[in-house]
């Protein structure tokens, strides 16, 4: 679906973008991961053709009236309703002068009640939260059913419960249409979309199936909890040579990478048994997406 190559952003001698090679399979729910700063709202701003690259190519699939997009902070004009806004982004999105037919008026109020905002759809949204107006946003983003949909930042200003609706939205979508989905909340991104690309300093690190990133680039990890003496246990376990490193943290936890599983699951309970303590609990750490990017931009 979308297709970018070379693709560079300077402001001044700054360079957003440094030589991205964007592929967006279509149908699928893509993650744009990176902290803040990383050149994200900039390379959706190009694929909207709302910025003017500084260098490369795009190609983008979808025809223009395909395309929605959602900024990081929506603005509507503050006199106007919540559901007089989504009707106006369903005119502009289908090319209709007004929301004339049944079917036009219930597509308005699905995604107002999808949005969490049917109790305010009928006050004025200069009266509404920025949750309620990322929310409004989202609703206008899907109303005219997009086959391409660029969401930056989407839950960003939401409570857990209201980031727990737009999640879920969002995977309702996944087959239906393209999402390109930006975040620098790495737990969102893992938890809703198939494809991931790590974006830092303007250069795209990392481009896949989420699972490739997960299972090739973090370095197995265990958690041990021990009652007492963890501070010994970490300093034991670091000199052994099949250990990359140990660190004991709060609550008697000890954290032990190891240079690979094999090796932890032959020497590590003869290693702890060495060391005379007493051990609460051991379990290998779950890969997160957090872990895979720290290892991935450290």
Same mark, same amino acid.
């Given at each position: ?46 694929? /909207? ?26 603005? =509507? ?11 106006? /982004? ?61 969401? %930056?930042?989407? /839950?960003?200003?939401? %409570? ?20 390109? =989905? ?57 000199? !052994? ?35 005379? /303590? ?11 997406? !957090?872990?895979? =990017?720290? !290892?991935?931009?450290?």
């Amino acid at each position: 679906m979308i297709r970018t190559h070379g693709l560079v952003k300077r402001y001044g001698t700054h360079a957003a973008l440094d030589g991205v090679d964007l592929e967006v399979p279509a149908g699928s729910v893509y993650g744009l991961a990176g902290p803040n700063g990383a050149g994200k709202t900039t390379l959706l701003g190009i694929l /909207a053709g709302l910025r003017k690259a500084t260098e490369g190519e795009v190609t983008v699939a979808a025809e223009t009236g395909e395309v929605a997009v959602l900024p990081d902070t929506p603005r =509507f004009d503050p006199w106007l309703t919540g559901r007089e806004v989504v009707a106006l /982004a369903l005119t502009l999105g289908s090319g209709t002068h007004s929301v004339t037919t049944r079917e036009d008026a219930e597509r308005v109020d699905e995604v107002l009640e999808q949005s969490g905002l049917t109790d305010a759809a009928r006050r004025r949204c200069g009266g509404y939260s920025r949750g309620m107006l990322q929310r409004l946003g989202i609703a206008s983003t899907l109303v005219a059913r997009p086959s391409l949909i660029l969401l %930056d930042e989407p /839950a960003s200003a939401l %409570d857990p419960q209201g980031r727990r609706e737009v999640l879920d939205l969002i995977n309702t979508l996944r087959g239906h249409a393209t999402v390109l =989905f930006s975040s620098h909340i790495l737990g969102d991104v893992q938890e809703v979309c198939d494809t991931v690309g790590i974006l830092h300093h303007g250069r795209l690190l990392f481009q896949g199936p989420l699972s490739d990133l997960l299972v090739g680039r973090a370095v197995p990890r265990y958690e041990l909890r021990v009652r007492d003496g963890a501070d010994a246990v970490a300093g034991a376990l670091s000199r !052994e040579a099949w250990v990359s490193s140990a660190t004991a943290a709060e609550g008697g936890i000890v954290h032990v990478e190891v240079r690979s599983l094999a090796d932890a699951e032959r020497h590590l309970m003869g290693a702890l048994a060495a060391t005379g /303590a007493s051990v609460v609990s051991m379990r290998p750490e779950e890969v997160s997406l !957090e872990r895979a =990017f720290l !290892e991935l931009t450290s």
